[in-house]
Each structure stands twice: as structure tokens, then as C-alpha cells.
């Protein structure tokens, strides 16, 4: 049974920084993508970053809202998803959720994944 849990969401103020972490369970993802998605209430999942399978050339992809102040990284050992994230901003709150695929693509949509995690709560107050 796959398994995907999420952990570091929190209270953050303006400018701050947050690193999510997922942990992995119930098969290796080394030649899957995997994925982080937000979600406010009452609106659509949002991409925001994935990772490629290890050994696909396109190893990370980002949405154009977090470039340059998130960064996606696994741990194929540990089996692990990471998303370090800094220079929060208000419209980064929501709640966070880690993906995995069963193809190796980094892909942007939700519909791409097959295995969820229950979410963690990122808030940035102003």
C-alpha cells in the first residue's frame, strides 16, 4: 500500500521560509515522477513543482509563480520529497500536498498522479 505523508507546513510570516518534507512508503518512486500541488478552499489544485524520475533528462519543473524561490528535491535513499520554499508570500498559503506519478515526466497536472498525501497547512501572514 503506497503511502505519502507530508510534514513543516506552519506559520510563517512574510518573507519567510518553510521546508516541506514527504515521506514515501509502499514502493520506490526512483522511476516516477513526484510532485508538490496547493490548494485553497474553494478553488482548483494548483501545480506547483515536480521532480522527474532519476533518470529523466527533465529533472525539475516548476510553475511560473514559485521559480526562483522554491526548490523541489528527493532523496532516493530515503525516499524522500523535499520543497524548500522562501520568500513566502500571503498568496502562498494554502495547503500543500506531495504526489507521486506512476510515469517518469514532471508534469503539471493533477490528473498525472496517481498517490496523494493528506496535505500540511502553509500559512504567511502579513
Known amino acids: 500500500q503506497v503511502q505519502l505523508v507530508e510534514s513543516g507546513g506552519g506559520l510563517v510570516q512574510t518573507g519567510g521560509s518553510l521546508r516541506l518534507s514527504c515521506a514515501a512508503s509502499?514502493?520506490?518512486?526512483?522511476?516516477?515522477?513526484m510532485g508538490w500541488f496547493r490548494q485553497v478552499p474553494g478553488q482548483e489544485r494548483e501545480f506547483v513543482a515536480a521532480a522527474g524520475a532519476v533518470a529523466w533528462s527533465e529533472r525539475e519543473n516548476y510553475a511560473d509563480s514559485v521559480k526562483g524561490r522554491f526548490t523541489i528535491s528527493r532523496d532516493i535513499d530515503k525516499k524522500m520529497l523535499y520543497l524548500q520554499m522562501v520568500s513566502l508570500q500571503p498568496g502562498d498559503t494554502a495547503v500543500y500536498y506531495c504526489?507521486?506519478?506512476?510515469?517518469?515526466?514532471?508534469?503539471?497536472?493533477?490528473?498525472?498522479?496517481?498517490?496523494w498525501g493528506q496535505g500540511t497547512q502553509v500559512t504567511v501572514s502579513s
Open positions: 504526489a507521486a506519478s506512476d510515469g517518469p515526466r514532471p508534469l503539471a497536472t493533477a490528473g498525472s498522479y496517481a498517490y
Open positions: 509502499g514502493r520506490t518512486f526512483s522511476s516516477a515522477a
